[in-house]
């Protein structure tokens, strides 16, 4: 079945650095979606992305669709220690609209 | 916008019994929801999708018996795990999908903390 790698699996970071990760997969999607998730809370989304070569920002996060439409990143600017959280991307395009999930990053931020 | 809520936000129970979580979107409508559970420190794992009206469409390896969903109006999807065992202590989590054609645009419950003792 469609698989993600998502990478890293894990950041520790100093506040005020930039944050760069990915997914990229064997298959191609139709959408990438990238979630937050703070523990005990459902995911949150952050960015969709429809187009490949797509580029979509929100905040200080931007995300882009790859050209391939076989991979996606996600950049955080400037961290601060609410960014702490779990990251997924996530692959549509299922005849349903079900999702792919990464296995998540998780990022730590030292203030 | 976009607001999925789900109740309760956490249930222990004794094994044995069954537990019904409800998922309502708030604030429109949607004809598909999906239920995942997520073991500490994994992924989301796709367990069904609900569709209003329709029976429910299982991943393989989750009994339809056992995890009954319920999707009986485009607000209110609901997921009952039947005879809990120790080993269905999970979080379970719902997502509803906006929009009724190929926008996949998920947005999730909270969640539900289920203990079974």
């Known amino acids: 079945g469609q698989q993600l790698n998502q990478s890293p699996q894990s950041m520790f970071i100093q506040e005020g650095e930039d944050v760069s990760m990915n997914c990229t997969s064997s298959?191609?999607?139709?959408?990438w979606l990238w979630y937050k998730q703070d523990p005990g809370e459902g995911p949150v989304l952050l960015i969709a992305l429809y187009k490949a070569g797509e580029l979509t920002s929100n905040g200080r996060l931007t995300a882009q669709f790859g050209i391939t439409r076989k991979d996606s990143f996600l950049n955080i600017s400037a961290s601060i220690p609410s960014d702490v959280g779990i990251y997924f991307c996530?692959?549509?395009?299922?005849?349903?609209?079900?999702?792919?999930f990464g296995k998540g990053t998780k990022l730590s931020v030292k203030p | 916008g976009a607001v999925v809520s789900q109740h309760p936000s956490w249930v222990i129970c004794k094994s044995g019994t069954s537990v019904k979580i409800e998922c309502r979107s708030l604030d429109f409508q949607a004809t598909t929801m999906f239920w995942y559970r997520q073991f500490p420190k994994q992924s989301l794992m796709l367990m069904a999708t609900?569709?209003?009206?329709?029976?429910?469409?299982?991943e393989q390896g989750v009994e339809k018996d056992k995890f009954l969903i319920n999707h009986a109006s485009l607000t209110l999807s609901t997921l009952t795990v039947t005879s809990a065992h120790p080993e269905d202590s999970s979080f379970y989590i719902c997502?509803?999908?906006?929009?009724?054609?190929?926008?996949?645009?998920?947005?999730f419950g909270p969640g539900t903390r289920l203990t079974v003792t």
């Open positions: 609900s569709n209003e009206g329709s029976k429910a469409t299982y």
């Open positions: 997502s509803a999908r906006l929009g009724s054609g190929r926008d996949p645009e998920q947005y």
């Open positions: 298959s191609i999607f139709n959408t």
């Open positions: 996530a692959g549509g395009g299922g005849s349903q609209g079900n999702l792919i």
